[in-house]
């Protein structure tokens, strides 16, 4: 069998596994390594210290598989059936990817059976999956493999799907059919940076993960700055409001697939996590905590974290029926940072009186 064939066999054999997206890049300098060495130089990556301990070879993949030449890369929609937003203050947003399972799971899941088939044509062959944590610039080789284009609001865009996907690569050290980059773009819409409410989005294509609601209620173990807290709203566990105003999620006649429910039925919304009251959040204990998200995304967060944005919610709320909740978990609340966001939240509600 010649290369484009084997090439072909593993592309359908993806999209049979449920991966949405497919497409094949060979291994080279990513294009944007320079861009993200001076994004991690201007410090927009936060508290996220192993983004920069990691750059060397998230720029050179050989140091991750010596010998590499290929990537696999493939997409998997994550788009829920029925949307998480809601605009009752005193309810719980969470980000569209973390409502179900971790995808993390899933996604290495199918990667594994679909090395495992590539291992049937090469069975000597050396692969290398990644799903998000591995040291791999992937939106770049997402793009050079076709997935997608890169949006004003950094994510990529597929222009028949449109964001909300899930990438996973493998490496290997065979040669494949490459597809080609990917064209598209934004043309003069900037919707995604007029609707960012931290202003997180401080030029086209560039990120201050520091003023993300994401990375706030994701990824930062400390206290979120206090001038962030009222444009957070009600999202306590990401963000997706950049990519919900981006016209690439509207379907459209001749692109009915934007946002189109997944057809992963464990990335279903779990009952917690479709427009929750904020003050039965607050009341989860620690195991109540992990029961209601495990395999979860939203374990990242911790227990914690979680109740520092449930309580940074629940002051942009200014529900004054929150107040005698508050007091009661800040009768118990031994973690000062938590307490401070607590008592953050009861003075808002207060106030409201
Ligand atoms: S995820 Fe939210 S906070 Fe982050 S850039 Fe997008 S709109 Fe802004
Ligand atoms: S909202 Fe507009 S500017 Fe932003 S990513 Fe989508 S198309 Fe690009």
Redesign the pocket.
């Known amino acids: 069998m010649n290369v484009s064939t084997i090439t072909e066999e593993i592309r359908q054999r993806a999209l049979s596994l449920g991966f949405d997206l497919v497409g094949f890049a060979p291994v080279l300098t990513p294009a944007h390594a320079l861009f993200f060495r001076k994004w991690l130089e201007q410090g927009f990556q936060g508290e996220m210290s192993y983004l920069a301990r990691s750059a060397d070879a998230r720029c050179d993949l050989q140091q991750v598989l010596p010998g590499a030449k290929s990537a696999v890369v493939v997409g998997l929609n994550y788009a829920p059936a029925v949307s998480p937003v809601t605009d009752d203050p005193t309810r719980g947003v969470f980000a569209r990817y973390a409502l179900g399972d971790d995808y993390h799971e899933v996604m290495q899941q199918k990667l594994e059976q679909l090395v495992a088939f590539i291992r049937q044509q090469y069975p000597d062959c050396r692969a290398k999956i990644y799903v998000d944590a591995g040291p791999v610039l992937e939106r770049d080789l997402a793009w050079r493999a076709g997935i997608g284009w890169f949006g004003k609001?950094?994510m990529l865009i597929n222009t028949r799907l449109g964001s909300y996907f899930f990438l996973g690569e493998i490496l290997l050290d065979i040669e494949l059919d490459y597809d080609h980059p990917t064209f598209g773009g934004c043309g003069k819409c900037n919707r995604?940076i007029e609707?960012?409410?931290?202003g997180?989005?401080v030029a086209p294509y560039v990120?201050d993960a520091r003023?993300?609601?994401?990375?706030l209620t994701i990824e930062l173990r400390s206290a979120i700055p206090e001038e962030l807290r009222p444009p957070m709203g009600n999202?306590i566990f990401?963000?997706?409001?950049?990519?919900e105003v981006c016209p690439f999620n509207q379907p459209r006649p001749h692109a009915p697939l934007r946002s189109a429910p997944t057809r992963e039925p464990r990335f279903a919304p779990r009952e917690v996590t479709l427009a929750p009251r904020l003050v039965d959040l607050l009341r989860l204990g620690e195991q109540d905590f992990r029961e209601q998200f495990r395999r979860s995304p939203v374990k990242r967060a911790k227990w914690r974290g979680f109740r520092r944005n449930v309580a940074v919610a629940l002051g942009n709320s200014r529900d004054q029926n929150a107040v005698p909740v508050l007091q009661e978990q800040l009768e118990h609340e031994e973690d000062p940072m938590v307490r401070e966001h607590l008592q953050w939240a009861l003075e808002r509600c207060r106030q409201a009186g």
């Open positions: 609001n950094t995604c609707a960012c409410p931290t997180a989005i990120l003023r993300c609601i994401s990375y999202r990401g963000c997706d409001i950049c990519q």
